[in-house]
């Protein structure tokens, strides 16, 4: 099995498959500090293991999971149980990286807009035509001072 052709939904199927008890991608559960490291000691070979540090990592880096850490109390091992609560130091840690996300996800939506602002007045600038008055022939300019002359 391979991430290659939607990452996200192969690495749902791969670790809801695997641990149905613990892994939901539609509703997650925060797991137990160190779960990764166990779960790739289990991986039979290299492929495997970096199939499931793969699947691993698009789980734990969804808003979603980030969510659920901060709004739950405790953590849950592979096989669904509360294993842990959740410290307020780690629920304020995890908020800071979503702090640290929406912050970057924000400044780059600014940046696009930014730019998209930016590159639509220079189109609008280069696309209007100007008149270059010519008592014989009237003229105009095309983008890149082009001109066509135009006859009467």
Same mark, same amino acid.
């Given at each position: 099995? @391979?991430?290659?052709?939607?990452? %996200?939904k192969?690495?749902?199927? #791969?670790?809801?498959?695997?641990?149905?008890?613990?892994?939901?991608?539609?509703?997650? *559960?925060?797991?137990?500090?160190? $779960? &990764?490291?166990?779960?790739? *000691?289990?991986? =039979?070979?290299?492929?495997? =293991?970096?199939?499931?540090?793969?699947?691993?990592?698009?789980?734990?880096?969804?808003?979603?999971?980030?969510?659920?850490v901060?709004?739950? &109390?405790?953590?849950?091992?592979?096989?669904?149980? #509360?294993? @842990?609560?959740?410290?307020?130091?780690?629920?304020?840690?995890?908020?800071?990286?979503?702090? =640290?996300?929406? *912050? %970057? *996800?924000?400044?780059?939506?600014?940046?696009?807009?930014?730019?998209?602002?930016?590159?639509?007045?220079?189109?609008?600038? $280069? @696309? $209007?035509?100007k $008149?270059? @008055?010519?008592?014989?022939?009237?003229? #105009?300019?095309?983008? =890149? %001072?082009?001109?066509?002359?135009?006859?009467?």
């Amino acid at each position: 099995m @391979s991430l290659k052709k939607d990452p %996200k939904k192969e690495s749902a199927k #791969i670790l809801e498959e695997r641990w149905p008890n613990l892994f939901n991608y539609d509703d997650p *559960k925060p797991v137990i500090v160190g $779960l &990764t490291g166990f779960i790739l *000691k289990q991986a =039979k070979d290299q492929e495997e =293991k970096a199939l499931l540090r793969r699947a691993l990592g698009h789980y734990f880096r969804r808003i979603k999971y980030t969510n659920c850490v901060i709004n739950n &109390t405790h953590r849950y091992d592979l096989d669904g149980n #509360i294993s @842990s609560e959740i410290t307020v130091e780690e629920q304020a840690y995890t908020q800071n990286i979503l702090n =640290k996300f929406n *912050k %970057k *996800k924000k400044e780059a939506k600014e940046a696009k807009e930014a730019k998209e602002a930016k590159e639509a007045k220079e189109a609008n600038v $280069l @696309s $209007l035509p100007k $008149l270059q @008055s010519n008592k014989k022939t009237p003229a #105009i300019v095309i983008k =890149k %001072k082009r001109t066509v002359q135009i006859p009467n």
